[in-house]
């Protein structure tokens, strides 16, 4: 299942940023940016998990991960003009 992250901007400050790796991760973005319209000043990027980087320790017990990084790329998607009502 791919994991998404959506870049909220309004009027050039960034906002933060909304991730999901749901089953139905595409639709919960989509459902996001219906929100927040260009037309009120917001600009998205969509980025896709393409891939991640991984710290691991390895002991004489074995190898064990400590922590992932996802890897994202733009994804081509239209962001929505006016918001859904």
């Known amino acids: 299942m ?4 959506l870049i909220i901007q309004q009027h050039g400050k960034l906002l933060g940023h909304f991730e999901s790796s749901a089953s139905w991760s595409r639709a919960a973005i989509e459902e996001i940016a219906s929100r927040l319209p260009a037309t009120a000043g917001y600009q998205l990027e ?3 998990e393409d891939g991640e980087r991984r710290l691991l320790e390895s002991t004489p017990e074995g ?3 400590l922590a992932r990084e996802p890897i994202f790329k733009p994804a081509s998607w239209q962001q929505p003009a006016l918001a859904e009502s």
């Open 46 to 48: 969509l980025l896709a």
């Open 63 to 65: 190898v064990r991960l």
């Open 2 to 5: 791919p994991t998404y992250r």
